[in-house]
């Protein structure tokens, strides 16, 4: 049976690898390509923009086509980008999550295993 504090390192270190991970690569996408990275919270609060600018369209009393016209500037993203941050945040953050998980177990269970004593005699 497992050591129970390697048991709750290894997932503790998945998570934080993976969080860490996360900001490290939307930071890196906003320094290479001057925007934010298309992530599911970006999409959600860039729909969520575009339903308030038409609301606020229609109470100002703009004809139909001017409201249709308002468009998610997410539907305008090329799909090389899209499938370059699928691939950015999936494989590589799964990569750096399982190494970073091995790497916690190892050093947990060499910190908590028994070692024999220095003199043997």
């Not at 129970?4 to 890196?28: D, E, Q, T, W, Y």
């Not at 799964?94 to 269970?109: F, P, S």
Request: aromatic share 4%; glycine share 10%; charged share 25%.
């Amino acid at each position: 049976m497992a050591n129970p504090i390697v048991s709750i390192v290894v997932p503790v270190a998945g998570l934080v690898a993976a969080a860490a991970g996360n900001k490290a690569a939307a930071a890196g996408w906003g320094a290479l390509f001057g925007e934010d990275a298309p992530t599911v919270k970006s999409q959600k609060s860039a729909k969520k923009d575009v339903a308030k600018q038409r609301k606020q369209a229609k109470k100002d009393g703009l004809s139909k086509a001017e409201i249709e016209a308002i468009k998610d500037p997410e539907d305008d993203q090329p799909i090389w980008k899209l499938l370059l941050w699928a691939t950015v945040s999936g494989v590589l953050l799964q990569g750096l999550r399982v190494a970073a998980k091995r790497g916690a177990k190892t050093g947990a269970e060499r910190l908590t295993s028994r070692r024999p004593r220095p003199n043997r005699g």
